[in-house]
């Protein structure tokens, strides 16, 4: 088990730039090649028999859902029931995060862009298309890797958050050095697995159908849920299904390798007024009158999004091209799914810009669009937190930080917004990349940053000196075993029995007072 313990981090500043190194050794690398080959066999058997079973009932295999958005069939799950996959839905988003911050000329004196050695081929994305790779932005530096041939806006849009130049001032992506690896969302888990050696951070703006979804290619509401799990609530709202329990055990036998994920866009589909008719997700030709719970409240997040070693991503409104100065100034967006998760774990992790963002567009190779939603999110966040491994590279001789240390550094230095401490809104808090920078480079000598194995049974402890410059934090965070899935119906739906294998607590303790963590109720 991995444990990191950050109270904020070591290292002196440098520009160096070094030679790409192996990740992991021959013995996890065929570890990861076993778990591929696994993971391969059960995807195809599960598609192999969702198609099937479609075929018989008239389910659609995929379809247009309007303003950029597709979605197709993507397996059946333990209950008999089909999942779909669909997709959700850059100057002034840097700026309100602050990874501008990390470029030339911003206040840390850095020059970061994602081109190291270390990092530029280590960036990912999967999503419903191909890539306009012919685009202006991206030069030679977006390659496709699977036979997806048709270039999609979304994805075209999501890699210009990503990477896009600058040609475009006003589009230019978070890490518009790095180069980006594209995959489309078919057959994801299978392809992540075979790339998890090679890659950092990887991008996923799509999620599975759940609840309440507009179609508008069709002006037809449709409900995604299961009625023999509920009549009234999709149960995937929340859900920790085999899906999410793929993407942890990727991130376990990869743990230098973070997956980055839209929270979700559902909130704001609430579905169609009481009385009228709908289309139920299991079959086109089936409709309903019946009054069904709506998306607009906590409970929001679905399947993968609740995975434990991923980071999950909300949305929020830009800040008009400057920071936050206080959490009030850090609004929701309308559409932004809210946890928590069926067993109380906070996600989303954290939020992000993702309204009204200018980005590429497959519109032609100088086109742009602006679009919104936690899709829009999710790269802005992979896309720098890149540079951090960037930065972290340089200063280590090219070593990663593992995926677990980037993801308890983010989350450790977000800045706080809606209630006080972690919610189930906005998570930890938005991304503010120029201190979690200044956490690495430690040039106050007030932070300290350490990954450390822990023993099962076993307690880890350090002696700390407070600066007396501010408040005392401290956060651990580590890549957890992937957890068991429920088979049977009734225990679906909301069940709180919890998804940690290994559940680790923090104590501060100053000989007199115990100071423990923040914990949540998904009760109240």
């Known amino acids: 088990m991995r444990l990191q313990f950050i109270i904020a981090i070591l290292l002196l500043s440098a520009t160096f ?44 295999i995929e379809g247009d859902l309007g303003n ?118 078919n057959g994801d888990v299978t392809e992540m697995t075979a790339a998890a050696s090679n890659l950092a951070v990887s991008n996923h703006s799509y999620g599975f159908q759940a609840g309440w979804v507009f179609n508008g290619t069709t002006n037809r509401w ?63 030709r089936d409709s309903s009158n019946i009054a069904r719970s709506k998306n607009d409240s906590y409970d929001g997040l679905s399947t993968t999004s609740t995975a434990k070693n991923i980071l999950t991503v909300g949305a929020i409104f830009g800040t008009g091209g400057v920071p936050p100065s206080q959490p009030s100034d850090i609004k929701i967006s309308s559409f932004s799914s809210w946890g928590p998760t069926d067993d109380g774990r906070i996600k989303p992790d954290l939020v992000a810009v993702g309204v009204n963002l200018f980005s590429t567009s497959n519109s032609s190779t100088t086109g742009y669009s602006v679009l919104s939603g936690t899709s829009m999110a999710a790269p802005q966040t992979s896309g720098s937190l890149l540079l951090l491994q960037e930065l972290y590279a340089n200063l280590n001789a090219g070593q990663l930080m593992k995926s677990s240390t980037l993801k308890g550094l983010a989350l450790h230095t977000a800045d706080d917004a809606g209630s006080a401490g972690p919610d189930y809104v906005f998570g930890w808090g938005l991304l503010n990349m120029e201190k979690a920078a200044k956490v690495i480079l430690n040039a106050d ?31 651990i965070c580590w890549t957890d075993l992937e957890a068991t899935v429920f088979g049977v119906l009734s225990a ?30 998904p009760d109240k």
């Open 68 to 185: 950029g958005r597709i979605f197709r069939l993507n397996g059946i799950d333990e209950t008999g029931h089909p999942l779909y996959i669909a997709t959700e839905s850059n100057a002034n988003a840097a700026a309100t995060t602050r990874t501008n911050q990390l470029y030339s000329g911003g206040s840390l004196g850095l020059s970061l862009s994602g081109s190291s050695d270390a990092v530029k081929n280590r960036l990912g994305i999967w999503d419903g298309g191909a890539i306009l790779t012919t685009h202006q932005e991206f030069g030679t530096r977006v390659t496709q890797q699977d036979n997806a041939s048709t270039a999609n806006v979304h994805a075209t849009h999501v890699a210009g958050t990503m990477t896009a130049a600058g040609v475009s001032t006003q589009a230019r992506g978070m890490a518009f050095g790095a180069n980006l690896k594209a995959w489309d969302f």
């Open 17 to 60: 730039s070094f030679a790409q190194k192996d990740l992991y050794n021959n013995t996890q690398k065929r570890k990861l090649a076993r778990i591929s080959q696994e993971i391969n066999l059960q995807y195809n058997t599960n598609y192999q028999k969702a198609v099937k079973v479609a075929n018989q009932k008239g389910w659609k």
């Open 492 to 521: 679906n739906l909301n069940n709180r029995t919890p998804k940690l294998v290994n559940d680790l607590d923090i104590r501060i303790s100053d000989g007199t007072t115990n100071y423990l963590p923040f914990i949540l109720n």
């Open 445 to 475: 000598k007030s932070y300290a940053l350490t990954e450390r194995n822990l023993v099962n049974g076993t307690e880890f402890s350090q002696k700390l000196t407070a600066s007396g410059k501010g408040a005392l934090t401290a956060t």
């Open 222 to 284: 449709a409900w995604y849920g299961n009625t023999n799990v509920s009549e009234f609530e999709d149960y995937k709202f929340g859900f920790y299904d085999s899906n999410a329990q793929a993407w942890d055990k990727i991130a376990v036998a990869a743990p230098s390798y973070l997956i980055v994920k839209s929270a979700g866009n559902n909130r704001d589909e609430t579905g169609p007024p009481v009385g009228t008719y709908y289309f139920l997700g299991t079959s086109t």
